[in-house]
Nanobody
Framework: QVQLVESGGGLVQAGDSLRLSCAASGRTFSIIAMGWLRQAPGKEREFVAAISRSGGTTSYADSVKGRFTISRDNAKNTVYLQMNSLKPEDTAVYYC????????????????WGQGTQVTVSS
């Protein structure tokens, strides 16, 4: 099993920045990629960004490209999501997720999930 714990959410104004962190523990050697997904009220969970185990490959949703950056520190088993130029439409619960067998934009490709952290962007 893999345990994921997110932190760093909060209430900010449009244009501000936030950095989310996700600390992984347990059988982390089995994980091939980590991702961030989000879910706004009344909407389906959607892909935000993902990063390979080595950190050499990243992927972003079009809606966050150029504003968000995913990174990882393997020595700390931690993945980060730096969010800049935040918009009200970025308001959502952000989930950290881990993939064991394959990774991509579908939430179904991630086997392990954190509890989520709320990000609220006011206009």
């Amino acid at each position: 099993q893999v345990q994921l714990v997110e932190s760093g959410g909060g209430l900010v104004q449009a244009g501000d920045s936030l950095r989310l962190s996700c600390a992984a523990s347990g059988r982390t050697f089995s994980i091939i990629a980590m991702g961030w997904l989000r879910q706004a009220p009344g909407k389906e969970r959607e892909f935000v960004a993902a990063i390979s185990r080595s950190g050499g490959t990243t992927s972003y949703a079009d809606s966050v490209k150029g504003r968000f950056t995913i990174s990882r520190d393997n020595a700390k088993n931690t993945v980060y999501l730096q969010m800049n130029s935040l918009k009200p439409e970025d308001t959502a619960v952000y989930y950290c997720a881990a993939a064991r067998t394959g990774w991509g934009v579908s939430p179904y490709q991630y086997e392990y999930w954190g509890q989520g952290t709320q990000v609220t962007v006011s206009s």
